[in-house]
């Protein structure tokens, strides 16, 4: 049965306290629902999730977060880092916000030919993005097997959240083909955006 902690009320960092808490005591596949009512601790409780392999999955639910946290592989009990007392949220410096397949107004084809040399060329600038977002006709690019595939999937593999709007993914009916990322949502799109120190969209 999957346990569940009201964190409401609490100030930084207690949460983690009770998530480090609930994680020593659940096997490997159990699953723990935190409810946070403030973003400093919904970002803190997720980190320290993650930083020891669990699968997060967060939730706006009214006024509170929900974080399902599954743990995914034995925890080693380890002592809290300085990052887990951190209780301001995280500042992403960059992230890129790809809304559509091509890039421009006029060929299409030219558009898509544009697209590839650009989403090619961003493992050779600097920085990269922490996060490359995709929605509307964008999420066709992480659902093909192709060069950009490839191309994103190196980017990953260096660190590169490839995050895809899941509303958008059924809406051209290609979910079950998405090759490369997670899925996301626009709560968290905007967030990401609301945080990062610059947003780049091609246009």
Do not use: W
């Not at 639910?61 to 399902?68: K, N, S």
């Not at 007392?85 to 995280?90: E, F, H, K, L």
């Amino acid at each position: 049965m999957e346990q569940i902690l009201d964190c409401t009320g609490m100030e930084c960092p207690e949460p983690v306290v009770h998530t480090k808490n609930a994680l020593e005591t659940m096997s490997v596949g159990d699953t723990v629902l935190i409810i946070v009512d403030n973003n400093e601790s919904k970002h803190n409780v997720e980190r320290f999730a993650k930083n020891r392999g669990c699968a997060v999955v967060i939730q706006s639910v009214g006024d509170t977060f929900r974080l399902q946290i599954t743990k995914e592989k034995e925890d080693q009990n380890s002592p809290f880092a300085p990052e887990d007392y951190n209780c301001a949220p995280p500042k992403t410096e960059l992230i890129y916000v790809i809304t559509s397949e091509t890039i421009g107004k006029g060929d299409e084809d030219l558009g898509r030919i544009l697209m590839g040399a650009f989403i090619n060329t961003i493992s050779e600038t600097s920085p990269l993005p922490q996060k490359i977002f995709f929605y509307n006709s964008g999420v066709k690019l992480v659902a093909s097997d192709s060069e950009l595939t490839e191309s994103l999937k190196e980017l990953a593999s260096v660190g590169v959240e490839i995050l895809s709007c899941g509303t958008c993914l059924d809406f051209y009916n290609l979910k079950k083909e998405m090759r490369v990322g997670e899925l996301t949502n626009m709560y968290n799109i905007i967030e990401a955006m609301t945080q990062a120190t610059r947003t780049i969209t091609p246009c």
